[in-house]
């Protein structure tokens, strides 16, 4: 833009000077150079206008809500709702969300709500309650009552600092002192290692807590352990 102004400024500086040696020479010539200037001005006016135009869009900034067809599940307004979840620390904001009363009834059962309400700072892969029922009922009630297998499972979904959508793919380690790995970009987000073998997919992102993003998924991580 900086060299669209400066283009400008001497287009009109070369007009001014070529009105100003005409009218040396003769009235006629200059009242012809009078009457062209004004278009030059406008289309120099022009183009700044237009370059500005165009690169607008470009300058906005990238959206900062949540993302995903999940996120239709989430309720409109109350504690449970996006703006509701704000206000509150990550496992408390997740236990007036009814998508993910399964998780929080797991995180009880672990003795992580404190953990989690307290740290700063955090990044929560959240399974959704279809998550929890895609695991066969003996093998999950088996892992919500041995807590040191609990732990270490849900720990492997909390990464230490809040991930945007666009450092979200990647490797990254885990509370559990583990890594998990994202793949993918935009709001296409799918981790391969699960419980049921099936790849998870993050069906709605960049849910904003007081102290956690959350990207809500359709299946529960298992770290290489597990």
Not at 45 to 72: I, L, N, Q, R, V
Not at 113 to 139: G, K, R, S, W, Y
Not at 203 to 224: E, F, R, S
Request: glycine share 6%.
């Amino acid at each position: 833009m900086k060299s669209t102004l400066t283009r400008g400024i001497l287009l009109a500086s070369a007009s001014t000077l070529a009105v100003t040696l005409s009218a040396c020479g003769s009235e006629e010539t200059s009242a012809a150079s009078d009457s062209s200037a004004p278009d030059s001005s406008s289309s120099s006016a022009s183009e700044d206008s237009s370059s500005m135009d165009s690169s607008s869009p470009m300058a906005e900034p990238a959206s900062d809500e949540p993302f995903g067809a999940g996120c239709t599940a989430v309720p409109a307004d109350g504690e449970g709702s996006f703006s509701g979840m704000t206000d509150d620390p990550v496992a408390t904001a997740a236990s007036n969300n009814p998508v993910l009363s399964t998780l929080v009834q797991a995180v009880t059962a672990a003795n992580l709500v404190d953990t989690l309400n307290t740290t700063d700072d955090i990044t929560v892969i959240a399974p959704a309650n279809p998550a929890f029922e895609a695991i066969p009922a003996d093998q999950l009630q088996a892992v919500l009552a041995d807590q040191a297998t609990l732990t270490q499972i849900l720990t492997h979904h909390v990464i230490p600092g809040r991930l945007s959508p666009d450092q979200l793919a990647g490797t990254h380690t885990t509370v559990a002192g583990d890594e998990v790995t994202i793949e993918g970009s935009g709001e296409d987000f799918t981790v391969a290692q699960t419980v049921t073998g099936t790849p998870a997919s993050v069906i709605c992102g960049n849910v904003q807590t007081a102290n956690a993003t959350v990207y809500i998924v359709d299946q529960v991580l298992a770290p290489a352990a597990a």
